[in-house]
Structures are given as C-alpha cells and as structure tokens.
C-alpha cells in the first residue's frame, strides 16, 4: 500500500468515528426504562416525581408501595420498620435497610448502554452490580459518589455528619471535588461532611445481619436466575426468572417453545386473578402481579389457553418481535363493550396492536374499579366489544394507599471508629442503636419508645417458600381475597434530627462509557441489541468494561438528568413503549 492510499485510508477511518459520533446523539438517546420492586418487607414507601430532597419535598406525595411496583427515573422508595429490594434489567439489585431513603435519578438506555444514577438520601444501601460494556452505574451519598466498572457488591451509608462505603467484592471508584480514590474489596472508605480533605481508606469491619440478609438473597437469586434461564433465549434480560423458576414449572408447546405455568393453580385459573392495578402518567394502568412471580408473565410475552391445561405463559414477545419483547404496562389487551362495560383480554403472542386479540373468545374478564372480577360468556363474536388503548380513568382506581412521609432519622458517624463502622449515635447525648428485635434504630437512652414501636405499623412473620412462618423478618403487605389490602400503616412520630445538608449531584456519563456506546452500536463489540431480542451469535457472554481512566473524568461530571421518554416506543427490556 502507498502512502497516499494508507492516508485516503486513515481519512475513511476518521470520518467513520466522526459519523458514528455524530449519530450517537440522536440514536436511541435518553429512553425512559423500567425497573422492578421485587421484595417488600414491613413499611416501605414511595414518592414520585419529588423535587430536590425527597425529605424535605412538602408536596410529594408518599404511597404504600407494592410487590412488583415498577419503578422509573424520578422515584423515590423509603424505608422506616422494613427493607426492600430493587431488580434491575440484568439482574443487578439494590437492597435498602431500615430507615433508607433511595432516589432513582436518572434511569435512562442510550445506545444500547444503561445509565443507571442513584442518590442515597439517607441510611444504608447495598448494591450488587455487573455492568455490561457501555453500561453506567453510580451512587451518590452524602458528599461523594462511586462508581462501578464491573462486578462489585458495595455497601454505602449516608450519615449526618459523613458518608462510607464498603466494598465486600470486586472494586469501585470514589468520587469527589474533581479527585478520585480506589476502593478495592475488603476495604472502606469514609469522608466527613463537608470534608473532601478528611478522605480515608481504611480495612471494612465484619459485616452486620443486614449484610447477611442480603448476601442469602443473592446467593439465592443467583442459583434460581442461573436455573430459569436454561428455558428461555432471552440475552442481557434476568429479572423475574428465578422467581419463575421457584414458583412454577416450564414445558414445550408446540410453535412456542417452552412456556411456563404457576404451581397450585386448577383449570379455572385466569391470569388477573391476584394483583392490584396501579396508575402512573408515564405508562398508563399497570397491573400489579401480586406473587412473587408477577413481574415478567405481566409486562412481557404473552398468554395462551389449551384445553385440558388451561392459561400458560410464553415468554415470546407480541408486538416487540423475538425474546421477551418490550416492556409493557399490562400483557392484556383492553376492550370496551357498546353498552360501555370495560374488559381485559390477555395477550396471545401473535397479536397485532390494534387489531381484535386472538383470545378474545376464551379469555375475556370483566374489569371493575377494584380490579379483574369474573369471567365473561364465550363471545362467538367481537362486534359488541372493540379494541381501546387505555381504560377511562373513571373506570378503574389506583388500589395503593397513600401515607405519610418517611421521618428523617439522625445517624452519626461513631467517633474514633474504623471507616467501615456501622454503630451510630445520635444528636446531644441520646445513642441511636440498631434493635434486632425490632429491626429498626431506636433510642436506647429510652427504653420505652424500644417497646413501643411505631405506632400503626404492623409487624408480621415473613412466610417462606415453604409456606411455614419465620419472625426474621416483617411481612410482605397484606393482600385481601386476592385484592390490595389497605394497610394499617400509622404515621410515625416526629423524630429530632439536623436539616440535611445538600448532597452532591450524581457524576456524568465518562466519556469512554459514551464512546463504547457508539463502539456497540455500530457493531465492533458484537454487543448486539439489548433486553429481548433473540442472539444466536453466542452474544450472552456479557463483557464487562474496563475501569482506566473513566473515574477522572466522571469525577467533574455535572448533575444534569437526562429526559424521561416515557411514551418512547423504543423495544428493549425495561423501555417503555
């Protein structure tokens, strides 16, 4: 080769870079995602759309939250006597302990990549992480952030006068004022507030029941996510098919591959028999599944009826193509008769959007203000019943309770402790402990408000997979003859506590992430399309993404959010449509 033709060919290659770099900013950019709460235990809250702190926001508006709650960019989820858990789209998870407050900031997929940027209002937050190549993960507390370039379990506490983290696998990186620090496992990092200069590494201190509680709840989400998914092709999607694995069994169906039933459940089951509907500006009506399994056979695939066997669920995507498909609110197609009665049909996997559901004449339920009722005669015609995109909003009701706030609890950083220390006291001369047995801080100067309890908040054993009751935990809510219950959730009494002090905002995307994005998208990484499609190249070996230099330049990052696209129709696991 000349030197003209390798320099022709050097000026290919630039252009290239330079288009690909130009079509990233509009490809896929910003595309709102959906994430799931896949644990409930004792009193977890949230709020939506809060403005600033979510403690301090006056007119956000607190809900008891649900099983299987889906949760998008601008939640708030809040913890005072519970804990919770948090599925993200390829399996990472965020557990809150008791009294946490946990804002999901920015929610978004640009390129093929996730953006995933959390804030950590108050309390104590594990994470357990495996970001993809083009992926982006971080966790605001108190004064500083982290970031995780691969896999990494991370604790992070938000105290009142200082933050840590703790890293019990892999490594993170910390950010702060434009420096950033290593923490590698084993070790903590802490930093008072205020302080970018009182930075400390140090060895993490044994972990506490909280984190044994969540190391069983990985160790067992991993076995049943690694059983579920030898039944269905589905790359870089995990969420919900360990629970599908414990809770039902897979067989083959002739045209639709392996398709799955609940266990327990007799020949006059219906789909919409146990759950609570739910009403979000973003998405519309969504229906909440209130098993344990109820988030993947009500968001993605769909429905079909055999006789002899009844309703079973193939996780093959109607109107999204191969895999699993798109996201969506409800998998039911919503009619509404001439005489103005409102129904739901479960979606078949071959149904077109618009057009009248093939189950229409086996599967049409009556729909009323308090969910799915009773089932509707065979139709042997769909004259009297048309397609409509959405319920009336008269027609149905929103079945979470509203509540109060959740109190802002005042934790200090214990003095001459280890960085990874979790003991805390409070203002003045009052220690705030952590009570086992009631799993929650109280004052222990006080013994009476340790008996007491919160007021209004019931604490129940947790059931097992087994069915018999353990007191390690509260319960899940309550459910009513298979509707939502109401929950006696009581508001707690006004505990004293400084303002909070205002937080950093959450770094940037680093440019290397960006340009692996573009990397992908044009097919040089193979990555592929993410959450559904079908990949027959091998392409569910997930590659993780290096962590040189990408921390200083996020460390500088501005907080700016990106948009929420609720109403994109972009495909994918986890996007709405």
């Given at each position: 080769m000349t030197s003209l033709q390798r320099f022709l060919t050097a000026i290919s290659v630039l252009m290239l870079i330079v288009g690909c770099g130009a079509s990233a900013a509009s490809a896929d950019s910003s595309h709102a995602r959906i994430v799931r709460l896949s644990v409930v235990q004792g009193d977890v809250r949230f709020a939506r759309d809060v403005k600033g702190d979510p403690l301090a926001d006056s007119n956000a508006g607190w809900e008891a939250a649900a099983l299987n709650l889906p949760i998008r960019q601008g939640y708030v989820v809040a913890t005072d006597n519970g804990r919770a858990v948090v599925e993200f789209e390829n399996g990472a998870m965020a557990f809150l302990s008791e009294n946490t407050v946990l804002e999901f900031y920015d929610l978004s997929s640009e390129d093929g990549g996730f953006t995933t940027r959390l804030i950590l209002r108050q309390g104590s937050a594990e994470f357990n992480v495996t970001p993809a190549r083009g992926d982006y993960f971080s966790v605001t507390g108190g004064d500083f952030s982290v970031q995780a370039d691969s896999r990494t379990t991370f604790r992070m506490n938000n105290f009142d006068d200082g933050s840590s983290v703790n890293v019990l696998h892999g490594r993170l990186t910390a950010l702060s004022k434009g420096k950033s620090t290593p923490v590698e496992k084993n070790q903590a990092l802490?930093?008072?507030?205020?302080?970018?200069?009182?930075?400390?590494?140090?060895?993490?201190?044994?972990g506490d029941d909280f984190d044994q509680w969540v190391s069983a709840k990985i160790e067992n989400f991993t076995t049943a996510t690694a059983s579920g998914s030898q039944y269905v092709n589905s790359y870089d999607y995990s969420s919900g098919f360990g629970d599908l694995y414990t809770y039902g069994t897979w067989f083959p169906m002739a045209g639709y591959g392996n398709c799955w039933r609940p266990y327990g459940v007799g020949l006059g089951w219906s789909p919409f028999?146990?759950?609570?509907?739910?009403?979000?500006?973003?998405?519309?009506?969504?229906?909440?599944?209130?098993?344990p399994w109820g988030w993947l056979p009500y968001h993605y695939g769909g429905w079909l009826f055999r006789p002899g066997v009844g309703w079973v669920w193939s996780p093959s995507g109607s109107f999204g193509g191969g895999g699993i498909g798109r996201w969506r609110p409800v998998t039911g197609v919503w009619m509404r008769s001439a005489g103005g009665a409102v129904g739901i049909v479960p979606s078949h996997p071959l149904d077109v959007k618009g057009k009248t559901p093939r189950n229409l004449a086996v599967g049409l339920f009556a729909v009323t203000p308090r969910g799915v009722s009773t089932t509707l005669p065979p139709l042997e015609s769909s004259d009297r019943w048309k397609v409509q995109k959405n319920p009336a909003r008269d027609t149905m009701q929103n079945q979470l309770a509203a509540t109060a706030a959740p109190a802002r609890v005042a934790r200090t950083m214990t003095a001459g402790a280890t960085a990874g220390a979790r003991v805390t006291t409070g203002n003045g001369n009052s220690a705030i402990v952590y009570d086992r047995t009631g799993r929650r801080f109280v004052n222990a100067e006080n013994?009476?408000?340790?008996?007491?309890?919160?007021?209004?908040?019931?604490?129940?054993?947790?059931?097992?997979?087994?069915?018999?009751?353990?007191?390690?935990?509260?319960?899940?809510?309550?459910?009513?003859?298979?509707?939502?219950?109401?929950?006696?959730?009581?508001?707690?009494?006004?505990?004293?506590?400084?303002?909070?002090?205002?937080?950093?905002?959450?770094?940037?995307?680093?440019?290397?992430?960006?340009?692996?994005?573009?990397?992908?998208?044009?097919?040089?990484?193979?990555?592929?399309?993410?959450?559904?499609?079908?990949?027959?190249?091998?392409?569910?070996?997930?590659?993780?993404?290096?962590?040189?230099?990408?921390a200083t330049a996020a460390s500088s990052g501005s907080g700016s959010r990106a948009s929420s696209s609720s109403g994109s129709s972009s495909g994918g696991g986890g996007r709405p449509h």
């Open positions: 802490s930093m008072k507030a205020g302080d970018p200069e009182s930075v400390a590494v140090e060895t993490a201190t044994a028999d146990f759950g609570s509907w739910y009403f979000d500006s973003g998405f519309g009506w969504s229906f909440l599944g209130g098993q013994p009476q408000s340790a008996k007491q309890g919160i007021a209004g908040v019931r604490v129940a054993p947790e059931q097992s997979r087994s069915g018999s009751a353990t007191s390690q935990v509260p319960a899940v809510s309550e459910r009513v003859s298979g509707r939502e219950g109401q929950r006696d959730v009581g508001v707690p009494g006004a505990r004293s506590a400084p303002p909070a002090r205002a937080a950093v905002p959450p770094p940037s995307v680093p440019r290397s992430v960006s340009t692996q994005r573009v990397f992908n998208e044009n097919g040089g990484g193979g990555g592929g399309s993410r959450g559904g499609s079908n990949s027959a190249s091998g392409a569910s070996s997930r590659a993780t993404s290096s962590s040189s230099s990408s």
